[in-house]
Nanobody, 125 residues
């Protein structure tokens, strides 16, 4: 049974940092698209950052470029999202997800097969 479990969310003040983690069980992040997505109340889900199969390419949505970093540890089967200089507009539920090729790392995650349960990030001004 495939499970993706996120952790690391919380409440921080603007300018602060958080590190999200997503551990996969029953599944390997090798050779798949993996990414972080978020959804704020009343808004559509959006892609935040993603990695292509094999880790060759990384994509970030414009609003997080220079502040967020996506990475993965294959040995630990864990996906990370380091979030710095957090802003109130980053407040959302954050989800990790994975998709098998052919897959895209750009966009809101349509077609991604496996999803975590989400972890809440709240940034206060």
């Amino acid at each position: 049974q495939v499970q993706l479990v996120e952790s690391g969310g919380g409440s921080v003040q603007a300018g602060g940092s958080l590190r999200l983690s997503c551990v996969a069980s029953g599944y390997s992040y090798s050779n798949v698209c993996v990414g972080w997505f978020r959804q704020a109340p009343g808004k559509e889900r959006e892609g935040v950052a993603a990695i292509s199969p094999g880790g060759r390419f990384k994509w970030y949505t414009d609003s997080v470029k220079g502040r967020f970093t996506i990475s993965q540890d294959s040995a630990k089967n864990t996906l990370y999202l380091d979030m710095n200089i957090l802003k109130p507009e980053d407040t959302a539920m954050y989800y990790c997800a994975a998709a098998e090729p052919p897959c895209t790392i750009v966009g809101r995650g349509d077609g991604y097969k496996y999803w975590g349960q989400g972890t809440q990030v709240t940034v206060s001004s």
